[in-house]
């Protein structure tokens, strides 16, 4: 018992660095690598409480769903990505209703969509997916 | 001695909340947010903790116990083991919608800083 207290201990000094670590690490990964090691020290702890579900639970969110989660969104924030407007919601919902309309007047029967039955009906899809790229330039060109 | 881990889920929660304070960079601060579901998480389960108990998984009671005996104090408290677990599965989700906004709002401004945006001020 005496032994299951000092583990107890240990693994609390060491969720406390962690924690000590997130707060001071000017390196946002190293920061994030901190966390990871919260959730794993984490686990461990449930283990000793007589928690085992709650650990199996941890291990998979706490040690690697929310460090990637982290790092996703750190190497998001560091990609440039072209500004489009006001957060860009008016050009994505201009898309999404010009695809809407163009999946609506197509007609999806399987005996009319041969291309070489009917050439001039795939002619016409093709100017209207330029005429709907008006609306939003330069979002297909890098 | 479960104390320790109280004074601990306490202090951990302090760190949160001054990292959520003090700092300005936006993923530092649902950093801070993390760890104090973290010191959610390490308070709920020191709490279903009672001196010497096992896990609550139980197929038959061990030898010279009663399943009286049992449930008067030699297992964990699964009650609160379950609101653990709600907590993590909702923390996990709670942060991903953090950090979205927080990508969508630093690509948008093109910096980290919650001190030069100006509208999400309070």
Not at chain 1, 35 to 60: Q, Y
Not at chain 1, 103 to 117: L, N, T
Not at chain 2, 55 to 66: C, E, I, K, W, Y
Request: proline share 4%; with cysteine.
């Amino acid at each position: 018992m005496a032994g299951l207290w000092a583990l107890d201990c240990l693994v609390l000094a060491g969720i406390l660095a962690c924690g000590v670590l997130v707060v001071r690490l000017k390196n946002l990964n190293g920061a994030t690598m901190a966390l990871s090691g919260i959730g794993t020290l984490m686990t461990l702890m449930f283990v000793l409480l007589g928690a085992p579900d709650d650990a199996h639970a941890e291990v998979v969110v706490g040690a690697i769903t929310l460090p990637v989660l982290f790092l996703l969104a750190i190497g998001k924030t560091r990609t440039d990505v072209r500004d489009v407007g006001d957060l860009g919601e008016v050009a994505t919902g201009l898309t999404i209703a010009v695809f809407a309309v163009l999946s609506m007047r197509h007609d999806w029967a399987p005996d009319e969509a041969d291309p070489v039955a009917q050439p001039d009906r795939y002619q016409d899809r093709g100017q209207e997916g330029q005429s709907q790229n008006r609306d939003c330039p330069d979002r297909r060109r890098p | 001695m479960i104390t320790v881990n109280y004074l601990a889920a306490a202090a951990l929660m302090c760190l949160g909340m001054y990292t959520v304070l003090s700092r300005r960079n936006l993923i530092k601060i649902v950093m801070g947010l993390s760890l104090m579901e973290s010191s959610t998480y390490l308070l709920l389960v020191s709490l279903a903790y009672r001196g010497g108990s096992t896990a609550p998984v139980l197929l038959d009671p061990p030898n010279g116990v009663t399943m009286q005996q049992l449930a008067s104090g030699n297992v964990a408290d699964p009650v609160l083991q379950n609101f653990c677990l709600t907590a993590i599965v909702i923390g996990v989700a709670a942060t991903a919608v953090f950090l979205a906004a927080v990508v969508r709002l630093a690509q948008h401004r093109r910096s980290l800083d919650s001190d030069t945006d100006r509208e999400v001020r309070g």
